[in-house]
């Protein structure tokens, strides 16, 4: 089930997931900022705006995940290019291991008997 556009996810969720989908987006191969936001919008995850991605993958360019291309554009202005580094796979599969164990955690946590929580 997917949020609507009446009931969007909330916006602390897209924080903690955006950086992991922003690389998964770019497993495919290069590709620019809109057609991140575009991929990611498309999957169901939610609206982002270039002025929260833009930020994001610079710090992965800084990081040394991901490498950037200026191509020129065929009828318009010219695009960044994102690609991933073998730094950038890596981190990929080391934060996709990390997220599948906290979903797991967390759905374990959330199918106790509400009687079963927390303690008082």
Not at 76 to 99: C, I, M, N, V
């Amino acid at each position: 089930m997917s949020s609507s556009p009446e009931e969007p996810w909330p916006a602390d969720w897209n924080r903690a997931s955006l950086g992991l989908c922003a690389l998964q987006a770019l497993a495919g191969g290069p590709t620019y900022g809109y057609a991140i936001i575009t991929a990611l919008e498309n999957a169901g995850l939610g609206t982002f705006k270039g002025g929260t991605l833009y930020p994001l993958l610079a710090r992965f360019e800084t990081a040394g995940w991901v490498s950037v291309e200026w191509r020129p554009g065929e009828s318009g202005p010219g695009r960044k290019y994102f690609s991933l580094t073998p730094a950038g796979l890596h981190e990929l599969d080391r934060q996709r291991h990390q997220w599948h164990t906290f979903t797991e955690s967390t759905t374990a946590f959330l199918a106790l008997p509400t009687d079963r929580g927390v303690s008082q």
